[in-house]
């Protein structure tokens, strides 16, 4: 993630970067069943097309979100937490400031 909204040491970075995972990971593992269980529905060709359009439009969502160049730190962080994918006392560790920030963030997001 691009560190450029504020400075951040080496601890906060390496905590941001476990809560990208760790957000990532739930992302993919709800994605993963959701797909099960669409694709137990499937009969027709036209369904086989659709879950083939819903997975390129999240695969588009997913590598956007979680790419370390597309957005800063704060931002990303905050649309996590709004997502249900990250969880604020996952970002102990990281200055308060910085916290607040994402907090704040999660209502305007």
Do not use: C
């Amino acid at each position: 993630m691009q560190l450029i909204d504020t400075n951040w040491s080496e601890t906060e970075t390496k905590i941001a970067n476990t809560a990208f995972e760790k957000a990532k990971e739930r992302e993919i593992n709800a994605l993963i069943e959701l797909v099960r269980q669409q694709s137990s529905g499937i009969t027709e060709l036209d369904d086989l097309w659709h879950l083939h359009d819903f997975l390129s439009a999240r695969r588009y969502d997913i590598d956007g979100k979680y790419d370390p160049e597309n957005a800063t730190v704060i931002f990303a962080l905050a649309s996590l937490v709004k997502e249900g994918w990250l969880y604020l006392d996952e970002l102990e560790g990281i200055d308060r400031d910085k916290i607040t920030k994402v907090s704040a963030m999660t209502r305007i997001v």
